[in-house]
Every structure is written in structure tokens, then in C-alpha cells.
């Protein structure tokens, strides 16, 4: 049904930054299990932590002091697997595209490590005075690119198509 | 920027349900315009109050007496422009594809008649009693079906490329 | 058990603005109730329609361009019965003081006629360029006042202690 | 302006529970600041990880295995100072009230050691399979006064009108 193959936490290279949360009763809808919108809160949140503890650059210094919109161009999510109250998830952030003014990130739930939702996220870059695209500050296109050579193989690897590089990671 | 062409709510045929709805400040966000997740909340609302008045099916009698999950198995959604407190929103639902036990629906938001948002969400019929897909129940199909047919042009008609059958309507 | 003597619809008077909208599923908990947070935000969502709607102050405009702020020093609810999904709410709002800077209304919602909810929302005026407290605009308090003269009893009614007005509806 | 008289958290017993999250992006509504039900949704939250991590009984095993409610008959919060996206609050938890079928709990928030929030929540217990209120489980009232002898000062102390009994701490 999934339309995505399931990743298994345990083969994440470690440079991947992940996060654990348990699933909370304001979360889950009257079927038990999580509300699907709320993933995308959850989601989102997830992204705010990982900007500030994995690229060293705070959600809220972006958005609050420098103004700078990290809106969304585009969402969406697949669920392999329902989540219930008192399930715990893992999910990790994966940096897929670094563009002019965009960014696309794709984020992994993992429950009892396998990959439950798969989401991805595509941001753009606006000043919040005019609400217009900028470029993609260059702080912030130095953190995505460190942190997915974090994760990716060596240049040197034998290896001709690294397995976790942005072009060999399940879209 | 946007994934998709704007439509624009004047070239939506008649007996496409549509409602409409102001952006309210417990929307917004930080940034002053709908916060994304909030979108699939809002449009998550649309889909429901659409079983009821549109399909005849009220939502919580489906989900609630009959105990028929009508969860997502996918979302997305692609943003042309963002949606301000007070704005005013008209969001119309499209059936694209009825499959055994699935339904693929795309939901249109317009602002001042210009299609700002585009979501798509795919349902997956399931009994609440054990959680396993169920094939869609056959009032649903119908009712489906029949809100199809109010919208796609008769069989009749000159053109062999209906413009808003399901095979036509943007993806 | 509830902390207060339900109301009844019908008893309320003509000139107390109300509204009407479902419980939708995204509102509800697993305990298929209306999840309590929810609650403050949908009444939250009835203040800002009733600005516009009763008032003829739209929230956004207040909010956004005068950049008045509306937050609030002191919420509150009590609950005497649930409500569950596709249950209609009637909701009707009081005004109860009018302070300098501060507005205290009370927020009543009804299921079948009877009232299941009651919240109390003390709202304090700021300026959100310096969040700084700031007197009431004037017509904004006019506006209160013109509401609150269209549901209380007039001047020369027999009664001394009017049914209706600030100091007699219940706290 | 604020209803009650700001504790310090380093006046705060030991004893006491208490986490600490960031204030994050999608809980801040256009005034910058965190949307006031989404404080009571974030007090849900931590209540319900308070439920598992000081009383030992995890809240979805009570919601969801044993079927009891705790649903709330009266919340209420008042606020002393706004909290932005960025902050970082510690949360605390403090048993008033132990009824038959009752627990009126406390939530005080501090920023910067200061205490900008305080709610109050009162819990009843019912059967999730009829809805009827039910005594309070013997485990669930033996470990929530188990949580409150862990703080008020012992039997035996000099001071008559123990500091943190529930007598004593700020109504």
C-alpha cells in the first residue's frame, strides 16, 4: 500500500540528525491514532529543533531576528503505518536539494525502527518585509551542505553510487 | 514558482461543491499567513463537511456509527501564494480516482478567484474495529460516483478531451 | 458536578450574537469528545467573528493593520457534557466588563438547546509594536457598549436588578 | 495585571516535577507570541507525560488500555508575561485536590526562572465505554498522593502552615 519502500532506523548513517518523541493524546484523532494534519505540526517542529541543533542555526533567530520566511512551497506525506497514543518515534531529517532560494528536506518516522511516514518538505526563502523569494543565506547553505557531507561517503569511496547520497536516497 | 497552473474559480463547472471560509487568526502563524500544517487541518474540515453536503454522507456517521476509517495513506499539497488573517477562502473538492479501497481527491483553495493552494489526498478505506483496509462500501462508491457525474461532461458532448473529467482536470 | 447552571438557548436574548458550527472530527480526541484545548481555540475562533460580525470591527484590521493587540490575561472553561463529533454547537457571546484596557466576555455554548460549555475570556489591550498595555480605542469600546445596550433591559424597566445586564447574568 | 503572585522555580521543592521545552514556531500565532489554547495544548501534553514520568502510570495506558477518562470538568489559565518563539519554559506540576472522582492539578510555567504561567486543570475520572464518572483508580489516587508527600514539608516540621501542602501554595 506504502508508496514508499521502508527504511530501517538501524541502517541511518550516523551522521543523520534524528530526535525520539513519545505520541501524545492531543495528537491522536477519535480513530485512535495520530491526526494525519498533525504529523505535519509534529513534522514541522522536528525541522525547528533540527535547524538549531544540527546546522547551529536557531528556527527562531532566522524567523524572529533576521526575518528571514522559511514558508513552504510544497508538503506532502506518505504513512506506511499508523501511529497510536504511547507509540515513541524516531525521525530523522534528510537534506535532498540545495537550490537558488530552496530547499528540500525530506523527514522519517521510524516506529520500533521502521520508517512509518515518510514527508517531504520544500521551503523557500522570503524576506518577511516584502514577502518576496530571496537567496538561500549563505550561513544557511553552508550548514545544509556540512551537515549532508555528515552523512554522505567519502568522495574517495569505491563506491560509484553512494548509497546515502542525496541522489541515491529514496525520493 | 507553484507545481501547478492556478485555476481560477470561474472556470470551475457548477456541480463542483465549494465552500468558503475567512483565514482566521488562530491559523496564522508567526510569519501572519496560514501555517502550513493548519492548511490540512482546515482543508481536512473541508473534506468532512463535503461527505455530509455533497456526498450525502455525513462524516461522523462513516466514521463514528459505521466505524469506516477514512484515513490518508497520502498527502501533499503546493502553495502559489500565501493566505493572509482575513483573507477569504473558496475551496472546492474533485474526485480524481475511486480504486477498491481507496479514493484520491484534490482539494482547490482560491483568493479573490485565483487558485492559491492544491491538495491532494489519498483515502484508504479501513475497519476501525481492527484497523485492516475494507473495500469501499458500496453507498460511497455510488455517491462518489454520482458527484463525478455531476460535474464531467455528458457522454454526448463534441469534445473526445472532456476538460474536467478526472482524466483531464490538472494533476 | 458542573461548576455552573446550564442555560437554555431560547432563554437568551435576541440582541446576544450567535453562531453555529459542527464538531468536526479534527476536533476530537481519542476519547471521541471534543479535545479540551480545542475548545478555547474554536471560541477563540467565535470571538474573532463575532468582532467582525456583532461588532462591525474586524478582527484582522484590529489585529493586523491597527496592530491592536488582543491577548488575553485570563482564560477559562467549564464543562458540564461533552461533545462528540458532528454534534452542533450553538454559541452565543456575552460582554460582561469593560475596564480600561481589559474586555471580560463569556463565551456559551449550547447542544440541543442546552448549554454544555461556558468560558470566560479576559482579553487586555496592548500596542504589538511594543506590547505595552494601552487603553481601549475608543470605538472599540463604544462598540462593546452598543452591543451589551441591545440585549440588556431598557432603563425604565420594573425591575432593579435587570436579568440580563453585566452584573445579573451568571458568572 | 496578572491574577496570581509569580513563583520562582528556585523556590520550588525538589520534589516537585517538572520538564522544560522550547517555545516553538507553529504554537506562536501573529502576535509572535504562543496562541493561548495552544498553551492549554501544551499543558495537556505535559500533564500527560507527568502522568507516566512522576506517577508512573502512563497516561495512554489509563486512556487507552484501562479505557478510563480524564477528561476535565473546569480549566482555566492566566498570564503574567507573553512568551516568544525561542523561549525556553520549565514546566511544573502540583496536585491541589484529591477528590472521590476528581484531581485538581496545578501547571506552572516559568521563563527565565519567573513563573509566566499558571493553569489550572481539574480531571474526572470516567469509564471510556459509557461515559459515566467513576471513582478514581486505588493506583492512581495511591501515586498521586505518593507525588504530594514527595514535596509538603514532613509531619513534623516546625512551620504550622506548611509552604507547599496543598493548603498553603498559591490558590
Known amino acids: 500500500m506504502a508508496?514508499?519502500?521502508s527504511l530501517t532506523l538501524s541502517e541511518l548513517p550516523n551522521g543523520i540528525w534524528r530526535t525520539r518523541f513519545p505520541v501524545r493524546f492531543g495528537?491522536?484523532?477519535p480513530a485512535g491514532i495520530v491526526y494525519t494534519p498533525e504529523y505535519l505540526n509534529l513534522f514541522n517542529g522536528?525541522?525547528?529543533d533540527w535547524y538549531g541543533d544540527a546546522l547551529g542555526l536557531p528556527y527562531h533567530e532566522l524567523v524572529g531576528t533576521r526575518r528571514t520566511g522559511l514558508g513552504y512551497a510544497h508538503v506532502s506525506a506518505d504513512f506506511a503505518t499508523p501511529s497510536r497514543m504511547g507509540d515513541v518515534?524516531?525521525?530523522a531529517v534528510i537534506v535532498r536539494d540545495i537550490g537558488r532560494?530552496?530547499?528540500k528536506l525530506t523527514v522519517h518516522a521510524f516506529k520500533d525502527g521502521?520508517?512509518?511516514v515518510r514527508a517531504t518538505f520544500v521551503t523557500v526563502t522570503t524576506?518577511?518585509?516584502d514577502h518576496k523569494s530571496i537567496?538561500?543565506?549563505d550561513d544557511v547553505r553552508l550548514a545544509l551542505k556540512n551537515y549532508q557531507a555528515g552523512y554522505e561517503e567519502p568522495a574517495g569511496a569505491a563506491s560509484t553510487s553512494p548509497r546515502y547520497g542525496p541522489s541515491s536516497l529514496p525520493a
Chains 1, 2, 3, 4 share one sequence.
Open 3 to 5: 508508496r514508499f519502500e
Open 27 to 29: 495528537s491522536c484523532d
Open 46 to 48: 522536528v525541522i525547528e
Open 89 to 91: 518515534l524516531d525521525v
Open 101 to 103: 532560494s530552496s530547499v
Open 114 to 116: 521502521t520508517e512509518c
Open 127 to 129: 524576506s518577511l518585509v
Open 135 to 137: 537567496a538561500l543565506p
